[in-house]
T-cell receptor
Framework: AQRVTQPEKLLSVFKGAPVELKCNYS??????LFWYVQYSRQRLQLLLR??SRESIKGFTADLNKGETSFHLKKPFAQEEDSAMYYC???????????FGKGTLLTVNP | GAVVSQHPSRVICKSGTSVKIECRSL??????MFWYRQFPKKSLMLMAT?????????EQGVEKDKFLINHASLTLSTLTVTSAHPEDSSFYIC??????????????FGEGSRLTVL
């Protein structure tokens, strides 16, 4: 069975500092991985997915199959990045996602 | 972007009563909807997958007679918590995947519904 691990429940950085939110997965096949974000009092929304290899709001994430990781990175954090971040894995059809427990990022001024 | 709306956002009910939560896709047809439950400080737990016009597929450990799911149209899925008990108190979230998501894999989430059973 697939599993997504986000080892940090809380992460606090200062504005302008680099930030990395860790995500490791367990799945024997070829996964599709996503990062979803939930800002305060807003709904979950897609931030980025590994297939598109894009940068959204300055965030990037690279799938490392050797380390089974999909860490989310941003070189210079902004206060508006403060939110709950969920790593998610799609292991099969129908986009049934397995979510990690989430990391609450706080960017301090 | 596509919008998914849940109603009600908050509901308080007495133990033993049934509560219905609606999930609507406002500007797209949702071929598949998902229902999640979120416990405090824990991840989203997928409860069931709902496909329009067919029976929902429940995850292991989720009582289908307790959590009735109906997906009667391409824009509406409902979750009914039957004979609710205090332990059913939780945050319930739906998400939808439309035909446009087929190639992107993106799910669109509702704002969630907080159920409190007294």
């Amino acid at each position: 069975a697939q599993r997504v691990t986000q080892p940090e429940k809380l992460l606090s950085v200062f504005k302008g500092a680099p930030v990395e939110l860790k995500c490791n997965y367990s799945y024997s096949g070829s996964p599709e991985l996503f990062w979803y974000v939930q800002y305060s009092r807003q709904r979950l929304q897609l931030l980025l997915r590994h297939i598109s290899r894009e940068s959204i709001k300055g965030f990037t994430a690279d799938l490392n199959k050797g380390e089974t990781s999909f860490h989310l990175k941003k070189p210079f954090a902004q206060e508006e990045d403060s939110a709950m971040y969920y790593c998610a894995l799609d292991a099969g059809s129908n986009y049934k996602l397995t979510f990690g427990k989430g990391t609450l990022l706080t960017v301090n001024p | 972007g596509a919008v998914v709306s849940q109603h009600p956002s908050r509901v308080i009910c007495k133990s033993g009563t049934s509560v219905k939560i609606e999930c609507r896709s406002l500007d797209f047809q949702a071929t598949t909807m998902f229902w999640y439950r979120q416990f405090p400080k824990k991840s989203l737990m997928l409860m069931a997958t709902s496909n329009e016009g067919s029976k929902a597929t429940y995850e292991q450990g989720v009582e289908k007679d307790k959590f009735l799911i109906n997906h009667a149209s391409l824009t509406l899925s409902t979750l009914t918590v039957t004979s609710a008990h205090p332990e059913d108190s939780s945050f319930y979230i739906c998400s939808a995947r439309g035909r446009a998501s087929k190639n992107t894999g993106e799910l669109f989430f509702g704002e969630g519904s907080r159920l409190t059973v007294l």
